[in-house]
């Protein structure tokens, strides 16, 4: 076994274990922030700062081996910073944030976590795995990139519903009852998890999969707890509306 995927045992099994923490400790920001996480700093500057490793650390990656890229390698490429070009440097800007202050434990964790991640797509897609000419035009990967762009389109839709909702009904937290919100708690992460899993597939790859696994193990448990948050601050919840997968959870 390389270097490589031994690394890449340990990180699924780190992936488990924050999995289960997870369940019993909601990371403290946005509607779930709590004292006693230490100083707080603005939750753009920390959006900003735990994100942007996924556009500058990859376009640093892509650079160091330029030379050696596919026309694949370039999609591949496209498609990652498209997805965090939004999320780095425009969704902080857009999103009304309720509580404008996040501690700054979480933004250097999940700095810290995107300097892992991104080494690991990295590494794994651009040095571990071989592609053939025909991979673009393969049932894979149109499959794989249909469900990341169907996947995006519904996070980035359940997110700007939110901002609507706000705009129209003053700051704070508000019911939500259109798109997928009339039928989960947590449209936008259900988005983000369709995105990854079209991640893994597109590029077929171990790398992948273990992202897909990761951005399970985060926003599973946070999809729960957003949806026993909802259920006690709105008296009139929708008792059949599920957390994260419509009609099953």
């Known amino acids: 076994m390389s270097s490589f995927n031994l690394f890449l045992s340990f ?17 403290p920001y946005g509607r779930h922030i709590q004292s ?6 603005s939750a753009r500057a920390g959006w900003v700062v735990m994100e942007s490793p996924c556009v ?10 330029f030379d050696q890229l596919l026309l694949i390698h370039l999609v591949f490429l496209i498609i990652w910073l498209a997805h965090y070009i939004h999320r780095s440097f425009i969704y902080p800007f857009v999103i009304d944030m309720t509580h404008p202050k996040m501690p700054i434990s979480i933004a250097i964790s999940a700095f810290c976590f995107n300097l892992v991640n991104v080494s690991v797509q990295a590494i794994g897609i651009f ?7 025909d991979w673009l035009a393969s049932n894979t990967f149109l499959l794989g990139l249909s469900l990341f762009i169907v996947g995006m389109f519904i996070n980035i839709r359940s997110d700007y519903l939110i901002v609507a909702l706000r705009k129209q009904k003053g700051p ?7 798109f997928l919100h009339k039928y989960i708690s947590a449209p936008n992460y259900f988005g983000e998890i369709l995105e990854w899993t079209g991640w893994a597939v597109l590029t077929w790859s171990v790398s992948g999969a273990v992202f897909l696994a990761w951005t399970i193990a ?3 448990p946070r999809a ?12 009139d919840y929708p008792k059949k509306r599920k957390a994260i997968i419509p009609g099953i959870l």
Do not use: C, D
Request: hydrophobic share 55%; charged share 10%.
């Open 218 to 220: 985060n926003l599973f």
């Open 11 to 27: 990180w699924i099994l780190v992936a488990i274990i924050t999995f289960i923490y997870l369940f019993f400790v909601n990371a």
């Open 172 to 178: 704070g937290y508000h019911l939500p009852n259109r």
């Open 56 to 65: 500058i650390l990859m376009l640093i990656f892509a650079f160091l081996v």
């Open 127 to 133: 040095y571990f795995t071989s592609y053939s000419s």
């Open 36 to 41: 006693g996480w230490g100083k707080n700093i």
């Open 224 to 235: 729960l707890a957003h949806h026993k948050w909802y259920q006690e601050k709105f008296e």
